[in-house]
């Protein structure tokens, strides 16, 4: 009998192929050390641009201290959804905690941020209803957007206006917005006033994505809505466990009724094991520790408005918004050069090219860090000088 290779194998080296030939290739690089300003990938030590760890606190020794004393006492797995016998006095604790510092009246876990923005979505919209979400959302949106078999109406980024024409041509029984407060790829924040006045000018309800701002903004840190003092006005604030807190889930913080709803509609709450009570204990510490103190945040605010003066120093257009900025290079190639030249001088930025970013805005993504010394800061910048990225070369 004649004998072949498994059908799905010749798809994949085809798309393989096709990948490598654009350069859209993906890698996997372990470390071999914990999350950090300074990490090492095989022989490698090499100063970490990379990670979204931003208050330092992934190797924090009492967010690992709280997480060994939940693992001694609960043990590693939750053996079933909360639904089932998943459910432990952590995941109750956490989200209690969690509810205070959002002040809402209530949260409720996810076990990342995809599975939160692909489960809320759908549990809260469906067909006749419409869903409208920012041109440049996290996939994680717009997957449930997709999810949700709603309506999907994408508005041009950041376009308030545009937002609100949209809000009042289109016909439906619910209306729901959804965007990032702070977009990953570029760094930049939602116009969030504007979107709540246009949400509540035309009945819509608001859902915010403040994954990249939780821990960062705000005078406590819980973000964006926070900082402006929204957050009564916004009806769901989704937040991640995995980055500022330095751990991982996601939560979403709403009203009592929504977060009840969700127990049932939800499915990646309803069909997933659920997060391990380690985990839970974990991310309680980390949230303490961001609300009470301030420290972490205002050297990570340091290193960014240093960060900044720097980029426009190589005449680089540069905000200080948030912990992320992004050199944008334009073709793959080009940015897989420069984070490859930049590795060679010990710095670990990497090159984020489609389908994460628009075609032709290929680039290298640097996130700023609390653990970041200002020599790790001056060394960047310095590095970015020898490559020669100005705004005349991008």
């Known amino acids: 009998m004649k004998s072949s290779a498994p059908v799905a194998e010749g798809w994949a080296r085809e798309d393989l192929e096709a990948l490598s030939a654009k350069g859209l290739r993906r890698v996997l690089e372990p470390l071999d050390s914990p999350q950090g300003a300074e990490v090492r990938l095989g022989d490698e030590r090499l100063i970490n641009f990379s990670s979204n760890d931003y208050l330092g606190l992934a190797a ?76 440049l959302n996290h996939a994680s949106l717009v997957d449930g957007c997709r999810l949700s078999r709603a309506r999907v109406v994408v508005y041009p980024h950041a376009e308030a206006g545009a937002l609100a024409r949209a809000l009042a041509d289109t016909p439906a029984r619910r209306k729901l917005v959804v965007t990032d407060s702070v977009f990953s790829m570029d760094g930049d924040v939602a116009p969030l006033r504007e979107l ?52 991982l889930g996601a939560y979403v913080a709403t009203s009592r009724a929504v977060a009840d709803l969700l127990v049932s509609r939800a499915r990646p709450f309803v069909y997933s094991t659920a997060l391990p009570a380690a985990l839970c204990a974990a991310a309680a510490c980390a949230v303490d520790l961001v609300e009470h103190d301030p420290a972490p945040r205002e050297r990570l605010w340091g290193h960014i408005h240093r960060f900044t003066e720097g980029l426009r120093s ?46 032709g805005t290929s680039r290298l993504r640097f996130c700023l860090s609390a653990a970041h010394s ?8 310095e590095a970015l000088r020898r490559l020669g990225v100005t705004r005349e070369a991008c």
């Open 196 to 247: 709540v006045a246009a949400c509540e000018a035309h009945g819509a309800a608001l859902m915010v994505d403040e994954a990249h701002a939780t821990g960062v903004l705000g005078a406590r840190g819980a973000g964006l809505c926070e900082a402006l003092g929204l957050e009564d006005r916004v009806d769901l604030r989704m937040g991640t466990l995995s980055k500022a807190l330095g751990g």
């Open 314 to 359: 190589l005449g680089l257009k540069a905000e200080p918004r948030s912990a992320i900025f992004p050199v944008i290079l334009g073709e793959p190639a080009r940015a897989l050069d420069a984070a490859k030249r930049l590795r060679e001088e010990g710095l670990l930025v990497k090159a984020i090219r489609p389908p994460t970013v628009p075609e």
């Open 60 to 135: 924090s020794p009492a967010v690992r201290a709280a997480a060994v004393s939940a693992l001694e006492r609960y043990g590693v797995g939750t053996g079933a959804s909360r639904l089932v016998v998943g459910d432990m006095v952590p995941h109750q604790q956490l989200e209690a905690r969690l509810a205070r510092f959002e002040r809402a009246q209530a949260v409720r876990l996810f076990n990342s941020g995809y599975a939160a923005n692909t489960g809320i979505l759908p549990a809260l919209v469906g067909p006749g209803d419409a869903v409208f979400s920012d041109a």
């Open 374 to 381: 200002t020599d790790h800061i001056d060394l960047a910048l």
